[in-house]
T-cell receptor, first 118, second 111 residues
């Protein structure tokens, strides 16, 4: 199946620093990617929709200046958590759809990136 | 997108079939039923999806009722590695539409 890769898989940072997470579609092009976060024992929450060549669309309650999304190419979207604080510690997951392979909407997900802010 | 209702947890013995139900009584005509699962600390994994007809692939079977208001995911021979949270999601197939996750069903497979 289509492969979506995230990097890093885990990261620990100090409070106040910024962290960048990359999401790549390895064998297909993705004009749209989605970013989710997941807190322990909870379900995935959609944060934003990343659109290649244009601004991301953020869900209600997600600060766009806090979570910077850049989708500069058809295979790469990045999420930067700026001035991270302990409450930003979470599991961040991206997903994308391979439009060239299917027209029935299934999304493929990355392995996730676990952020711990000390 | 239509909401779905799933039992919070289910148990299954290894080697037996696991039947996971999902209610989606407000599904509309152009919405598909998708099933994903998430093994602990991993990203969700696509399992199967369908519109009207029953579907089968190498991982599972999907049975959709004739009125499309409910469906059942069947894992024919559950293994310990099938222990995961299973999500039933209903949505259209528009290109820019994300999947919205509910709480899912935690399936525990034991030996």
């Amino acid at each position: 199946g289509a492969v979506v890769s995230q990097h890093p898989s885990w990261v620990i940072c100090k409070s106040g620093t910024s962290v960048k997470i990359e999401c790549r579609s390895l064998d297909f092009q993705a004009t749209t990617m989605f970013w989710y976060r997941q807190f322990p024992k909870q379900s995935l929450m959609l944060m934003a929709t990343s659109n290649e060549g244009s601004k991301a669309t953020y869900e209600q309650g997600v600060e766009k200046d806090k979570f910077l999304i850049n989708h500069a190419s058809l295979t790469l979207s990045t999420l930067t958590v700026t001035s991270a604080h302990p409450e930003d510690s979470s599991f961040y997951i991206c997903s994308a759809r391979d439009l060239g392979r299917t027209n029935t909407g299934e999304l493929f997900f990355g392995e996730g990136s676990r952020l711990t802010v000390l | 997108d239509a909401k779905t209702t799933q039992p919070p947890s289910m148990d299954c013995a290894e080697g037996r079939a696991a039947n996971l139900p999902c209610n989606h009584s407000t599904i509309s005509g152009n919405e598909y039923v998708y099933w994903y699962r998430q093994i602990h600390s991993q990203g969700p994994q696509y399992i199967i999806h369908g519109l009207k007809n029953n579907e089968t692939n190498e991982m599972a079977s999907l049975i959709i009722t004739e009125d499309r208001k409910s469906s059942t995911l069947i894992l024919p021979h559950a293994t310990l590695r099938d222990t995961a949270v299973y999500y039933c999601i209903v949505r259209g197939n528009q290109a820019g539409t994300a999947l919205i996750f509910g709480k899912g069903t935690t399936l525990s497979v034991s030996s």
